[in-house]
Structures are given as C-alpha cells and as structure tokens.
C-alpha cells in the first residue's frame, strides 16, 4: 500500500521556520522523483520544490528560491522541505507527491497545513 505522509506543518510567525517531512513507503522511493506542492484556499494547487531521485537536481517556484531547501534522505525514505523566511502568503496546505517513472505513475500525500500569521 502506497503511503506518503506529511509532517511538521503548524503555525508560525512572519520571518519564522519550519521544516516539513514526507514520509514514504509502499512503492520504489529510490527511483522517484519527489516534489512538494502548495494549495492555498481559493488558489490551484502549485509547484512549490522538486527534487531528482538521487538528490542531485533539484528546482523552486520562484516565489521560494533562496528561502526554501528541498531535500531527501533515501536511506529513511523520506524528503523534506526546510521553509525559512516564511511570509503570510506562504499560508497553504502543503503536498508531498512522488512521481515513480517505471510506472508512470503520481503518488499524492494527504497534506499538511501550514499558516502564517503574526
């Protein structure tokens, strides 16, 4: 059973931090390429990060560069997104989604909420 289960959202102040995980389990994490989206109410869903399987090719929205770091760690099947810098429009709920080449196939996570306010 494919599972992919978000973590560390909450709330915080303007200029604060966060790290979110994405835990993965049930299909082959080491040969997908992993990306974290954002929706925020009334807005379709964006990309915020993605990352390669192996962790050496990784892009942002522009709106994130130089305030967000995607990363992963395929021993523990999991990637994360460190948030730095957050503003209020960084209010969203926030998607892990795994997308497993070989199958051609999407995996999306349930969500975390993130808000940002003071």
């Known amino acids: 059973q494919v599972q992919l289960v978000e973590s560390g959202g909450g709330l915080v102040q303007p200029g604060g931090s966060l790290r979110l995980s994405c835990a993965a389990s049930?299909?082959?994490?080491?040969?997908?390429?992993m990306s974290w989206y954002r929706q925020a109410p009334g807005k379709e869903r964006e990309l915020v990060a993605g990352i390669s399987s192996a962790g050496g090719s990784t892009n942002y929205a522009d709106s994130v560069k130089g305030r967000f770091t995607i990363s992963r760690n395929n021993s523990k099947n999991t990637v994360y997104l460190q948030m730095s810098s957050l503003k209020p429009e960084d209010t969203a709920v926030y998607y892990c989604?795994?997308?497993?080449?070989?199958?051609?196939?999407?995996?999306w996570g349930q969500g975390t909420q993130v808000t940002v306010s003071s």
């Open positions: 049930g299909f082959a994490f080491l040969t997908s390429t």
């Open positions: 989604k795994a997308f497993q080449p070989l199958l051609q196939r999407n995996y």
